[in-house]
Each structure stands twice: as structure tokens, then as C-alpha cells.
């Protein structure tokens, strides 16, 4: 801390900068290699909130909550493909890595999916759904909730187990098929796919595979069946304190815990 403060003090860096010179001296790097420079610009703010650091007046305006031009609002074609029929034609995830299709993304999530479009910190991945030449729906992948009783029970990992590994369960926070796609079977055929698909785009991504998914059903929304289907596991279910409450109360829906590992011996790799 004290090298920090003299760095920030006695520097013309601006706080990008600042930010790659910390992880440089304290290696800290992501499985890549990459320097973890948005989480110590995060740490950094944190510290001047706290009244540790003064960092310098930022470059840029803050574009955080700026709204940009969504493409034209989603709604079914006019003719509807027989749900049969389209069923029968190859399915598709297209992982989402230029700004075209992160403003799909965004759409299909903001006018379809009821909890709407949120940006992630931190490692993620997106995937539009094709279903032959229709576009069926998205899935988006982030970090791991950090404690969950019955998941981490299920692993038999400890405390500081967890904190070492986190980073290799990965967590579906988005899952949406667009309400006019009744194709038979699509939600479980997405999931078995996605699952054989995302290690390989996320070692390739960010270094490391992942060797465990998991998923957040709300029970008062959805039965889960699809991911029953898909042989994801359901080990439990959450208590509907959210991740700020701090009185045992709960303030949001409780949702069912669904597992899936991606290869086998995963829990001697977790602990």
C-alpha cells in the first residue's frame, strides 16, 4: 500500500497506466498472462474512496450508463417457419466478438429476456442462437457467484479452495430463446451444445478451460426442464438474499442451483 501511494503521488501517469505499472510490479495476471488491469483500476477507485489514494482526473468522460443506437426492434418474420421443419436445420452459437453482434445481443436481451441487458466485469463470453437462418435467441457465461451453501457442499471444496478456483466454474447468467421459436427440443439441444463448445472459446479467450457451469432458475418463472433435459444437475436452491443483503432477509426470488461439469475428475481439479 505504501508503494502504491508513493506511485499514484509522485507520477504523471494517467490511470490507465498507473494501473498496468501496479500489476506489473505485483504480477498480477490473469491464466493468459494478461495483466488484470480493470480489476486493479476497480481495486484503485476503491482505495481513493476510501481516502488512501488521490488518483489523477480521469481522461475520458465516463461513458458508464451511455446508451448506444440498438438495431431495429426483434419481432417474429411475417412467415413463421413449421416449427418441425426448421427443427431439422443445423443449430449454431455464434460467439459474439465484434460490435455488430454485441448490439444484437444487447437487443435480444433488452426487449426479450425479463431481466433485461446488464454489462459484466471480468471474464465472460456471449453467444447469438441460429437455428438455420433464423436468429432463435443469446446465452451469456460470466464469473461465479462467489459463495453458494449447496453448490459449494456438492464440489466438497474449502473456503480457501474456493477462493483459488473460482475461476474455472463459470456461470450462465443469461439463457433466452425468442418466444416464437417452438422449435421441439431447442433449449436442451443449445445447453448440450453450448457446454462442448464454450471450454475451447474461453481457453482460447483467456488462457484456461473452465470445468464447471452453473445456472440460476428463477421458480417462480421457469420449471428448468430444459436443463434437465440436458442432464444439468439441480443440487439445491438458493435463499433469495441476493448478493448485498446482510440481515438474513430475503429480498429477491429463490432460484433452483443447476450444475454441470464439463469433464470428469472436476472436483479434484476445484480442490
Known sequence: MQWIQSLVAGSELNRSQLARQVCQQLDWINPAGQ?????????MLRMERAGLIRLPKPTHRDSNGC??????????????????????ESLRL?????????????????????????????AQLRYLI????????????GAAAWSIAPRDQWIGWTAGQRQRQLHRVVNN???????????????????????????HDWQERY???????????????????????????????????????????????????FLYPLCTGFRSLLS
Open 35 to 43: 495483466l488484470k488491469a480493470m480489476s486493479c483500476r476497480v481495486a
Open 67 to 88: 446508451r448506444h443506437p440498438l438495431p431495429r426492434l426483434i419481432w417474429p418474420p411475417q412467415r413463421l417457419a413449421d416449427p418441425n421443419v426448421l427443427g431439422r
Open 94 to 122: 455464434e460467439r459474439v466478438d465484434n460490435s455488430q453482434a454485441r448490439r444484437w445481443y444487447q437487443a435480444l436481451m433488452e426487449q426479450h429476456h425479463y431481466l433485461g441487458y446488464t454489462p459484466l466485469a471480468g
Open 130 to 141: 441460429w437455428q438455420g437462418h433464423e436468429l432463435a435467441g443469446g446465452l451469456g457465461f
Open 173 to 199: 447468467n443469461r439463457f433466452l430463446i425468442l418466444p416464437w421459436m417452438r422449435v421441439p427440443n431447442m433449449g436442451s439441444r443449445v445447453l448440450s451444445q453450448v457446454a462442448r463448445q464454450l471450454p
Open 207 to 257: 488462457g484456461y478451460q473452465p470445468v464447471l457451469l452453473e445456472s440460476f432458475v428463477d421458480q417462480e418463472r421457469f420449471s428448468g426442464r430444459s436443463y434437465r433435459a440436458a442432464n444439468w444437475l439441480c443440487v439445491g436452491q438458493t435463499q433469495g438474499r441476493g448478493k448485498l443483503e446482510k440481515h438474513h432477509r430475503r429480498i429477491v426470488p429463490i432460484k433452483w442451483i
